[in-house]
């Protein structure tokens, strides 16, 4: 158990709708990463936030959005959901401060998005 | 653009044999290279990480090596065992304000009993 949490554990929708991912980090974890994970796409970076902050940005859709609260819980919106957005959405945490020249992530178990 | 390559994508050998999976990365900025083993049905847990001032790292039957030249790094596996039978995934990030991390492809590793 890496102490990071994700809701759902699987999501199953229509296209068109709009959903909320959910990640809470490792306790003292002031950094979150979004990471999409497609069977011909494999671990695609989306986002970072550090301390309630976007910090790096990846290939993440428009349509995708994500935020992270004071008490540091994040979630990833995904709106106008399209069947090539089932994936498994993992989340990741570190200590990771802004000036480190390296970060060890500890991954989620990850939610299994399907777009019907 | 920024990438990380990764071979082979699948990899089969016998239990007590070695595997090696190799991976290259493009973006000469890079300065910490994880590697991640990822379980059926569950998210990628870190194994080894190695930073760019370092050539090489050991983990008891894992090891890291850093080619900082070349842009290459490989993940050595000794003694293999039927437990150690996953998806493995190499990485490349470099620091700063934020931490992009590029991913390789993966390697599926089979070991038989």
């Known amino acids: 158990d890496s102490g990071v949490t994700q809701t759902p554990k699987h999501l199953i929708t229509a296209t068109g709708q709009r959903v909320t991912l959910r990640c809470s980090p490792r306790?003292?974890?002031?950094?979150v990463y979004w990471y999409q994970q497609s069977l011909d796409q494999g671990l695609q970076f989306l986002i970072h936030?550090?301390?309630?902050?976007?910090?790096a940005k990846g290939n993440i859709l428009e349509r995708f959005s994500a935020q992270q609260f004071p008490d540091l819980h994040s979630e990833l919106n995904l709106s106008s959901l399209e069947l090539g957005d089932s994936a498994l959405y993992f989340c990741?945490?570190?200590?990771?401060?802004?000036?480190?020249?390296?970060?060890?992530?500890?991954f989620g178990p990850g939610t299994r998005l399907t777009v019907l | 653009g920024e990438n990380v390559e990764q071979h082979p994508s699948t990899l089969s050998v016998q239990e007590g044999d070695s595997a090696v999976i190799k991976c290259t990365y493009s973006?000469?900025?890079?300065?910490?290279f994880p590697w991640y083993k990822q379980e059926l049905g569950k998210g990628p847990q870190l194994i080894i990480d190695?930073?760019?001032?370092?050539g090489e790292k050991k983990d008891q039957r894992i090891a890291v090596t850093l080619n900082k030249t070349a842009k290459h790094f490989s993940l050595h596996i000794t003694e293999t065992q039927p437990e150690d039978s996953a998806v493995y995934f190499c990485?490349?990030?470099?620091?700063?304000?934020?931490?992009?991390?590029?991913f390789g492809a993966g390697t599926r590793l089979f070991v038989k009993a």
């Open positions: 990741a945490s570190s200590v990771a401060t802004g000036g480190r020249s390296y970060n060890e992530q500890f």
């Open positions: 306790s003292g974890d002031l950094s």
């Open positions: 936030y550090y301390n309630g902050e976007e910090r």
């Open positions: 973006d000469s900025a890079s300065n910490y």
């Open positions: 190695i930073r760019s001032n370092v």
């Open positions: 990485a490349a990030s470099k620091g700063g304000g934020g931490f992009k991390t590029i």
